[in-house]
């Protein structure tokens, strides 16, 4: 593992003003953060629980549909759904998401990371009890749409939040650990699905079954202390005292470091300051500059990270697993269910793993293996439809290559990624248009993939993700850099 020095010299060499003065710039570096495990671990487990909400509706909702739609355990009168309104429902918390995270561009610098996840619980409480109360169709859809804007405020808020809490040295691994997060959700819905489907109104059950985590990431979020570099960012724009801030955040941090040294987490604090004087963040930052500069390349690599996660094809599994599986030959809506938790395990596992190397391997190895892999089972998939449709395993392989290899990659690094490039200035505005990009190409892929089979054939369409792989490869092999072990102020003036 490199050394301080020569991991200062690596960043001075890609920073963009290599005068003499780079030389004395001051850099927070990983050697600088002493830290105790038992104190990181809440702060990355409440604002987790946003991601295990957001996985849990993906999970729920594929049963909550079958539910809903079935004369005999619908429990309404409105059972009979038009495929649009069908859409409506599944997509409805999607829809909302995007104005969550639109919504994030203008309140999250002013409402800071913390409140902003108090205000995404809330959303989230207010959407479930909707949603499971609604006596007609309307009203669940608004429920749907609630739940949503929790989504887009959450999945902004948390990755920054735990980023700028976490300890360099496992910073990785928990941001990581927050997409296990939502892979646990989906498998939870898909199990809380499962028990429900044959039961009266079981679609309402299953939309409650999340309040209690609502109510305990509200809670939590409440209890924890503010972030200390948004807390430092305030200050030194001028909004509140330098001095008092500065007393606030050695506070804030010394809850966030446990046993570390009360001198030891006053030297970080002013570290993070003089690195804030030293690269102008003490003055406000205009909509134009996030396309310049580093922050353009922050965007860049940002956005291009969330646009290829998702425009590989995989929302259309996650969005209609249940369904997809019953037009597969499970016909019961309990066996495919069922299956939806199989695959829900499948997930679960390869994450976990992703969660174990991250900080040891780095994000760069982790992406390039893992999209390889997705494009290989992309273009298998493709064969299967096109020239091997009597081979049935072809597609079986396919597809747990493809599931296993995303959430090796995409799935956890994508988040990790753009929690971490965005300097800190602009990662609230810049994290917010990243979510936004993830959640339009969610909506855009969901929406035109039926439509797509339809015209060009599934084998032709699996193909064309498997180009989008190859081209997202390069992206990657090109674009991305890597980021492990370093501090985020090393991230920024590695840019």
Not at 150 to 175: C, F, K, N, V, W
Not at 420 to 443: I, M, T
Not at 465 to 491: M, Q, R
Request: proline share 4%; charged share 15%; hydrophobic share 50%.
């Amino acid at each position: 593992m490199a050394s301080k020095d020569e991991r200062d010299a690596e960043i001075h060499v890609f920073s963009p003003t290599p005068d003499d003065c780079e030389a004395t710039r001051p850099l927070l570096t990983a050697a600088c953060e002493a830290y105790s495990v038992s104190a990181a671990i809440l702060p990355f487990f409440f604002p987790a629980l946003g991601g295990l909400l957001y996985g849990y509706d993906i999970g729920a909702t594929s049963g909550a549909t079958i539910s809903l739609k079935s004369s005999a355990f619908s429990g309404t009168s409105w059972y009979n759904l038009s495929s649009v309104q069908t859409g409506l429902v599944v997509s409805g918390s999607l829809y909302g998401a995007l104005i969550g995270s639109a919504t994030a561009f203008t309140i999250a610098d002013f409402l800071g990371r913390r409140r902003e996840l108090v205000v995404a619980s809330a959303s989230y409480l207010i959407g479930a009890l909707l949603t499971a109360a609604a006596p007609n169709f309307l009203i669940m859809v608004v429920g749907r749409f609630l739940y949503g804007i929790g989504i887009g405020l959450a999945m902004h808020a948390a990755p920054m939040y735990i980023a700028e809490t976490a300890p360099s040295q496992i910073r990785g691994m928990l941001i990581s650990l927050k997409e296990f997060f939502i892979v646990l959700g989906m498998l939870l819905g898909y199990i809380v699905g499962n028990l429900y489907v044959e039961v009266l109104s079981g679609w309402r059950y299953m939309y409650a079954a999340s309040t209690p985590i609502c109510v305990i990431m509200g809670i939590g979020m409440c209890w924890l202390p503010a972030s200390p570099r948004w807390l430092l960012l305030c200050a030194t724009q001028g909004k509140g005292n330098l001095r008092e801030t500065k007393e606030n955040a050695t506070r804030c941090l010394c809850r966030l470091r446990g046993q570390a040294s009360p001198d030891l987490v006053s030297e970080q604090v002013n570290l993070i300051l003089d690195e804030l004087s030293y690269v102008g963040e003490d003055k406000k930052v205009g909509f134009s500059e996030i396309f310049q500069g580093k922050c353009l390349k922050a965007m860049i690599i940002g956005c291009g990270l969330v646009f290829f996660q998702q425009v590989t094809g995989q929302p259309s599994v996650l969005y209609y697993a249940a369904t997809i599986f019953q037009s597969a030959g499970f016909s019961g809506a309990s066996d495919a269910t069922r299956v939806s938790i199989l695959l829900g395990l499948l997930k679960l596992i390869m994450t976990g793993v992703a969660v174990l190397v991250v900080d040891k391997l780095g994000r760069r190895p982790l992406l390039i293996g893992g999209v390889s892999g997705i494009a290989v089972a992309l273009f298998l998939l493709s064969s299967y439809y096109t020239l091997f449709s009597g081979a049935s395993y072809v597609a079986v392989i396919a597809l747990l290559l493809y599931v296993g290899c995303y959430q090796l990659s995409f799935g956890p690094i994508g988040w990790l990624m753009i929690s971490e490039v965005f300097p800190l200035k602009l990662r609230g505005r810049g994290l917010s248009v990243a979510v936004l990009v993830n959640f339009a190409s969610n909506a855009l892929v969901t929406f035109v993939f039926s439509p797509l089979e339809d015209l060009i054939g599934t084998g032709v369409l699996f193909a064309s993700f498997g180009v989008i792989a190859v081209a997202s490869l390069t992206f990657i092999f090109f674009i991305v850099p890597e980021t492990k072990g370093l501090t985020l102020e090393e991230i920024e003036a590695k840019l």
